[in-house]
């Protein structure tokens, strides 16, 4: 039986991974039994409560709505990834200090839809900011504090050089 | 005093304890977790609202003998879920009476093997009628609960409002109605248990209150204290949903635990736990209410109902507090609460953020802007005229020895917001625009801790203990799901103490380790906890100087080397206290009177919204909240707390609907239940008195559940204030006030032809 | 989280002929998936009855917005974001990237593709109403070839369309002759991010001397499928943007309208609210004549 499945390879945190598994198999599964990443969280199956959020390719996607085998040759991000060395990535830190996380469990997902945000637009305003977290949802916070939190490492993410932009304009 | 020195971390925004983990994805909430050679269980349930079990088939083509299979007939002990009233069954027994009630457990070591066995249990029922309204509870035509339907009634008077009816200048009548709400933590109910003949039952998970819980198993399993262990892991939002509900889900997996001999992981999806677990109660209440020409109230007449479900859980604590926030935060000589829990066959109704509090608070402050129309009064100056002041008596004659500010609160929210220039701009704007606006207001207390003699029954123990490593570990059974219960016992601790606050830690929430000091619920762990830490902290500091040479000021160093002498004369360093109740508190349950909380948050909050005439949506554009709190011990999180209760408020007010069919929730999925997103909440400005109360932990009072008491009434009163339409029932979707608006316009339409 | 993974099966062909070929070999028995924004929600719930899956995310022959002088041509994986991002679309069909940021999430617009959008055929789909007011056609191919109908003709039912079951939805072709004409559309949804519409009204007209010259209008949820609203398009059509029009045109629509009760809202309600859509859009544009 599970030698019919698939050999699929991705790299997940920079980490070259391969994984043997159901196709249909959904990445958060994967992450979290097959690859013992337990940061991604499951809330809701549906694709609506967005605790499941990673980056792959550089978007950010549901990953209880991947099937595993569409992760192919995939470059995946989980929350895992986001610290660097040790270091906070700045988006953690200012959760850190500003409250934007209470019971967390929305907060993997919360921090790569954050980080996506800022990643794409330096410097957003404040209905870019609800637009890019509107697929995150959280029972605690009421979102003020995440709303704070993504202003305060957006004001730390340095403006960009020009070459770092070549679609600037 | 401690209340009002000035502090080193008490008062400070400490970063969140856990916070770190949390951020990191390092924290380990029960899913997250594995226990060797462990089993998956699921549960098989009612498909009917009542009825009589006549038949339980096992369809042949599942391989039964691979799993293990547990009904009523297992249990060990007493087939009831110990909580107030011990009614509920831990699993049905020949009988149902809600949808989705638990008949059966099946548990195997593949997840993916249950769902097919679950659909292959099939059940006979002989139906009986159900019933699921207040009024078809009343009626009695079906007796679905006790002798009567009725869970519980109170009485409540003061004075005699039967005395003034007929002299009173102006008598004002109205119906309030509040629909159910789900809890929607983002991390579903889950528990993991063990059995052993040696060591008993153990269960982790998800869950508010381990002694809760203890509470139940020893009783399911017949097992003396220390064969029950409870340990509470990570838990992703409660809200009052694993208050309760936990000791069902725990009982059922420490079942299949046992009868399997592996350990047993339950968790629930989405649709199971929105489908099958606690709600808040629904509600309607009838106010009566007689004023004189000044509009100053001289009798409140209140009939409150509720709907607790199939069984009693703890609708009858949320009865009390329903009818003790009924009459709010003003003076009237003459009141009369009537108050009773109804029982239906719809899913138990539990406990939630505010408890009864939102629903009671809903109709008195709704009620009030009706009154102030019939009187053509403002409606600020309808409060301010009957607003409670220190020296006044509430309903229970409670005399009001602290403090009170509510007009300085009001005060505040209107120089914040800007009230009266807003006011007067959406009346100049609203006749020539598509989206009325509007601005409404809501005047409220909330008590905080148990009410009455509560806190002496539950006689909670807290302390510190110091560990040879060389941390101070702060020993409590209330439990973090994001309130910040960590963060702010930790804080205290190290004040109390006098060290750093990188120097405690929190022990963990096992029943195994820790004392029992009490549930966490009812806004009470700050104050009342929060207390037990504070003198537990103190007390430890002054054994060491009294028995270990610990100077008056001392360095970290000092601290823990004074520590390690007193273990060496006494093999432990703990220091544990018991509660004590603050003087003057008494309280009759019988007659509902006397102090009904050792102290209150008072609060005022104002929403601006937007009522769009195109799609008959309202949206809430801006809300002020104005509290005075005891202390505020954490700033960070205190304001956090304030902004989750009121967007959940919001949700209560506007988006969340329990559409039920038959019984059942026809809704349950994140799709279709609708809380607010980060583009419907909107901008919350917060703003803190602080008038320290002496007896909470650094002079706190409780604040978790004062928020969600304020947004459903500010809002509607908004709406009305927009549209010129009362609308006295929530949640209030664009449905319903379109169906008020066109027949109001239908109306206009016929009285004009 | 009711699905199996082992009971499915999920291959990739890997190209479009390999699809087609397997299409081709046994129709009606292999499900295509793309973003699975549909087909996964419906595996965790326990409710998907395809047993075979071929995907179709990574095709690059599926996923393109090509621009002709006369058309835009979108391929069926394409992206929301994909569309979104589009600046021909943008400056001249600007109806399809507003629907497009109203799919879900941003986690959604990256993996929800509009040929999955039309093919699951839901009454409330998002990009539906735009494509009828831009007269979108659908083309579709098979091994046996491929073909184009006008998006109008491609609904047949709730949840049915014309496609035979070894064919697969290529690509929507859109004219791109609106780019002088008037927009409109809005959504009423639960709530401002995250919801199905309740209703959802898209027009585009054009005006010549403050008379009607051109009109479409179409709506979601008013029927088992996202519709155009001839009879009241032919009240309007030729006639000037006057008070009475705009009721004339209102009764109409009313008239038109058969929307349903069902857990998200009322018939009662979505008749009323789409009556009110297109008094919005229509006084909008009467405003804007009348200060020429």
């Keep these: 039986m599970s030698e019919t499945w698939p050999t699929i390879h991705f790299t997940i945190n920079g980490t070259a991974c391969v994984v043997q598994a159901p196709p249909m198999k959904r990445l958060l599964d994967v992450l979290r039994e097959d690859l013992h990443l337990k940061g991604t969280k499951e809330g809701c199956g549906e694709g609506e409560c967005g605790s499941c959020s990673v980056r792959m390719n550089g978007e950010l996607v549901n990953s209880c709505l991947v099937p595993v085998l569409q992760a192919g040759g995939a470059d995946i991000q989980t929350v895992e990834g986001l610290a660097a060395n040790g270091k906070l990535h700045p988006i953690q830190k200012a959760f850190l200090s500003c409250g934007g996380a209470q019971c967390g469990i929305c907060t993997p997902g919360m921090l790569m839809a954050a980080a996506q945000l800022i990643d794409r637009n330096p410097h957003p305003s404040m209905a870019q900011i609800r637009e890019g977290l509107a697929g995150n949802l959280c029972r605690c916070t009421g979102f003020m504090r995440i709303f704070e939190s993504v202003l305060a490492a957006a004001t730390l993410a340095p403006d960009p050089a020009p070459e770092e932009t070549p679609n600037a304009r | ?753 | 989280m009711r699905g199996n993974a082992e009971a499915h099966e999920l291959i990739a062909p890997g190209s479009l002929p390999a699809v087609l070929d397997l299409l081709a070999s046994a129709p009606g028995e292999w499900t295509p998936l793309a973003g699975g924004t549909e087909v996964m929600v419906a595996f965790a719930a326990g409710r998907l009855g395809a047993q075979k899956l071929v995907n179709l995310w990574g095709i690059p022959d599926l996923r393109f917005i090509r621009t002709t002088s006369s058309s835009i041509v979108i391929g069926a994986c394409t992206t929301f974001l994909d569309l979104r991002a589009h600046a021909d679309l943008a400056a001249e069909l600007p109806l399809i990237a507003k629907s497009a940021s109203w799919i879900g999430s941003v986690a959604n617009q990256s993996r929800a593709t509009l040929g999955g959008n039309l093919a699951n055929g839901s009454p409330a789909a998002d990009s539906s109403p735009a494509l009828l007011v831009y007269d979108a056609e659908i083309e579709m191919v098979s091994k046996r070839g491929s073909r184009r109908i006008p998006y109008a003709e491609f609904h047949t039912g709730y949840k049915q369309n014309v496609m035979a079951p070894d064919e697969l939805l290529y690509a929507i072709h859109l004219p791109r002759r609106f780019a002088d004409h008037r927009h409109y559309l809005r959504k009423v949804g639960t709530r401002r991010a995250m919801a199905i519409s309740k209703v959802a009204l898209a027009a585009s007209t054009l005006l010549e001397d403050g008379v009607v010259s051109e009109i479409r209008l179409a709506a979601a949820s008013l029927a088992p499928f996202p519709t155009r609203l001839f009879k009241t398009e032919a009240v309007l059509l030729g006639q000037p943007l006057t008070n009475e029009a705009l009721l004339e045109a209102r009764g109409a629509l009313f008239a038109e309208a058969q929307p349903i009760d069902d857990i998200r809202s009322t018939a009662n309600y979505r008749k009323h609210v789409v009556a009110n859509l297109l008094h919005e859009f229509l006084l909008g544009l009467s405003a804007e004549g009348a200060s020429r």
Aim: charged share 25%.
């Design chain 2, 1 to 753: 005093m401690s209340t009002t020195a000035k502090t080193r971390i008490v008062g400070a925004s400490a970063p969140r304890k856990e916070g770190a983990d949390k951020l990191l994805g390092r924290a380990l909430y029960i899913d997250d977790i594995e226990r060797e050679g462990m089993w998956f269980g699921s549960t098989v349930r009612s498909t009917i609202p009542r009825g009589l079990i006549r038949s339980i088939g096992f369809d042949r083509r599942i391989n039964w003998s691979d799993f293990t299979v547990v009904t009523a007939a297992d249990i060990p002990g007493e087939n009831h879920i110990q909580l107030i009233v011990a009614d509920q069954p831990c699993l049905a027994d020949g009988q149902v009476n809600h949808c989705d009630e638990a008949i059966l457990l099946i548990a195997h070591p593949d997840k993916h093997k249950l769902r097919d066995a679950i659909s292959a249990v099939h059940i006979e029922y002989e139906t009986l009628p159900p019933i699921f309204t207040i009024e078809e509870s009343e009626h009695r035509d079906q007796i679905v609960w006790g002798k009567d339907n009725l869970f519980k009634s109170f009485l409540l008077e003061k004075g005699n409002v039967d005395s003034v009816w007929e002299s009173a200048a102006h008598i004002v009548e109205g119906e309030y109605r509040t629909g159910a709400q789900e809890h929607l933590y983002i991390e579903n109910n889950g528990i993991i248990a063990e059995w052993s003949a040696e060591n008993g039952v153990t269960v982790w998970g998800s869950l508010q209150c381990p002694y809760y819980v203890h509470k139940t198993l020893i009783k399911i399993f017949d097992l003396p204290d220390d064969k029950v262990r409870v340990i509470q892991t990570e838990t992703g939002g409660a809200f009052g949903g694993k208050e309760d509900y936990p000791s069902t889900l725990a009982s059922h997996a420490a079942l299949l635990a046992m009868k399997s001999g592996h350990p047993v992981k339950m968790i629930y999806d989405r649709m199971e736990d929105l489908a099958a677990t606690t709600k808040r109660h629904p509600s309607r209440t009838r106010h009566r209410t007689a004023l004189d020409k000044d509009g100053k109230l001289l009798a409140m007449e209140i009939d409150l109902a509720t709907d607790g479900g199939a069984y009693a859980t703890l609708s009858s604590t949320v009865l009390s507090r329903a009818t003790l926030h009924a009459p709010g935060p003003y003076s009237c000589p003459n009141v009369r609460i009537g108050a009773k829990a109804w029982a239906t066959n719809n899913v138990p109704y539990g406990a939630f953020r505010g408890f009864g509090a939102p629903q009671t608070i809903f109709a008195l402050e709704r009620h009030m802007d009706e009154i102030a129309s019939a009187l053509s009064i403002d409606p600020l100056e309808l409060r301010r005229r009957n607003f409670l002041h220190t020296g006044d008596t509430t309903a229970t004659e409670q005399l009001m020895r602290e403090p009170l500010i509510m007009d300085q609160l009001l005060d505040r929210a209107l120089k914040e917001s800007d009230y009266h220039t807003r006011r007067a701009r959406f009346a100049r704007e609203n006749p020539t625009s598509a989206i009325k606006r509007g601005i409404g207001i809501a005047c409220f207390y909330h008590g905080s801790g148990f009410t009455g003699s509560g806190e002496r029954i539950l006689n909670s123990l807290a302390g510190v203990d110091v560990s040879p490593e060389g941390k101070v570990r702060v020993m409590v059974s209330n439990t973090e799901f994001g309130q910040g219960t960590n963060t702010v016992l930790t804080q205290i601790a190290a004040e109390a103490i006098g060290i750093d606050y990188d120097d405690i830690i929190m022990a963990a929430a096992d029943t195994g380790l820790v004392p029992n000091s009490g549930p966490t619920v009812a806004s009470r762990t700050v104050m009342v906890v929060g207390r037990l830490i504070e003198r537990a902290g103190l007390q430890l500091t002054a054994t060491l100087r009294e028995q270990a040479g610990l100077g008056d000021k001392f360095t970290r160093e000092e601290f823990f080397a004074a520590c390690e002498r007193v273990r060496s004369a006494k093999g432990e360093v703990v220091s544990l206290v018991r509660y004590e109740a603050p003087p003057g508190i008494f309280w009759d349950d019988e007659k509902y009177h006397g102090e009904a909380y050792p102290s209150y948050a008072w609060s005022v909050h104002m929403a601006q919204v937007a009522v769009d005439t195109v799609t008959f949506s309202a949206e809430v554009e801006e809300y002020w909240a104005v509290q005075e709190v005891g202390r505020v011990l954490n700033p960070v999180l205190a304001t956090g707390q304030i902004e989750g209760g009121i967007a959940q408020g919001i949700g209560y007010a506007l988006y969340e609907k329990v559409v039920m069919q038959n019984g059942r929730m026809a809704n349950n999925q994140m799709t279709n239940y609708i809380i607010p997103t980060a583009e419907d909440v909107p901008p919350i400005h917060v703003f803190f008195e602080e008038i320290p109360f002496k007896y909470g932990g650094y002079g706190a009072k409780g604040i978790g559940e004062l928020p969600h008491d304020g947004p459903a009434p500010s809002i509607l009163n908004a709406i009305k204030n927009a549209t010129g339409v009362s609308f006295h029932s929530i949640p209030l979707l664009p449905e319903d006030l379109f169906a008020q608006l066109v027949a109001r316009e239908s109306a206009k339409e016929h009285a004009t032809l």
